[in-house]
């Protein structure tokens, strides 16, 4: 099972929807969406954590190291 982490940004390009959308359809698939600042439109399914609200840094930095791939946009 593939756990995939992408950590957005408030300019992030339009296809980062997309690509969540993509790895979310992977079979066994964990799929967890990190806002650093700002806001995307996700998919059911998908785990979305908002840095300082729900996961301080180190919470962060422990999401990092469990995960698969780890996307930035």
């Known amino acids: 099972m593939a756990r995939f ?3 957005v940004k408030r300019d992030s390009p339009p296809i980062a ?4 959308e993509q790895n979310g359809r992977e079979p066994g698939a964990e ?5 650093l600042d700002g806001t995307l439109p996700t998919p059911a399914g998908v785990t979305v954590k908002r840095l300082g609200r729900d996961l301080d840094y180190s919470q962060l ?5 469990e995960s698969d791939h ?3 946009w």
């Open 70 to 72: 780890v996307v930035t």
């Open 61 to 65: 930095l422990d999401l990092i190291f």
């Open 5 to 7: 982490l992408h950590l």
């Open 17 to 20: 929807a997309a690509v969540v």
């Open 31 to 35: 799929v967890t969406v990190v806002l």
